[in-house]
Structures are given as structure tokens and as C-alpha cells.
Nanobody, 117 residues
Framework: QVQLVESGGGLVQAGGSLSLSCAAS????????VLWYRQAPGKEREWVAA???????AYSDSVKGRFTISRHNTNDMVYLHMKSVKPEDSAVYYC???????????WGQGTQVTVSS
């Protein structure tokens, strides 16, 4: 089993920046697609960004150009750098990892991001 732990959430003003981190209990990120999702109250979980083991990245239209996903395989960390945040970015942000070749996806417990207007 693998535990993922998100950190870095908090309160930020609209237009500001915030960076989230995701740490894994085992070295899996170098062989995994790692994704960030978010879920706002009363809404379904929404995919935000992804990075593959080969380094490709992808973003939802709602965050493209404002958020950046990055990984440091040597220390098994994945980050979500958020800039120009908006109140609608407020949500619980989750990290997920799917090791290559396997059906299992591991999830973190989430970290709250609140953007004040």
C-alpha cells in the first residue's frame, strides 16, 4: 500500500499564489502518472492537472496558464503551483498516483485551498 500526503493548502487572496505538495510513502512517482484533482462543496471531483512518468503534462481548461504541475523524482514529490488564483479555485485538492502498468490508483486525503475575494 502507498500513502500520499498533500500539504500546502490554506487561505490566499484572489490573484495570489500558492503551491501544493504531494509526498509518497514509497518511491512510485518516477513510474507513475500523478494527477491533481479538486472538489468544491456540492460539486463533483474535477481533474485539474497531470504529469506522466515521461514528464508530459496536461491541464484542465479552467487552470491552464495559471497552474503548473511539476515533479522531483529524486525526492518523490509532486507539486501544483497555483498563480492568479480565483475564488472558484477554492476546493479540497487531492493528489493521485497510478503506477505504470497497474490498475491501482492511490489517493491522498486532500488539502483545503480557500481563495478569498
Amino acid at each position: 500500500q502507498v500513502q500520499l500526503v498533500e500539504s500546502g493548502g490554506g487561505l490566499v487572496q484572489a490573484g495570489g499564489s500558492l503551491s501544493l505538495s504531494c509526498a509518497a510513502s514509497r518511491s512510485i512517482f518516477s513510474v507513475s502518472t500523478v494527477l491533481w484533482y479538486r472538489q468544491a462543496p456540492g460539486k463533483e471531483r474535477e481533474w485539474v492537472a497531470a504529469t506522466t512518468s515521461s514528464g508530459s503534462t496536461a491541464y484542465s481548461d479552467s487552470v491552464k496558464g495559471r497552474f503548473t504541475i511539476s515533479r522531483h523524482n529524486t525526492n518523490d514529490m509532486v507539486y501544483l503551483h497555483m498563480k492568479s488564483v480565483k475564488p472558484e479555485d477554492s476546493a479540497v485538492y487531492y493528489c493521485a498516483a497510478t503506477p505504470k502498468g497497474g490498475p491501482t490508483t492511490f489517493w491522498g486525503q486532500g488539502t483545503q485551498v480557500t481563495v478569498s475575494s
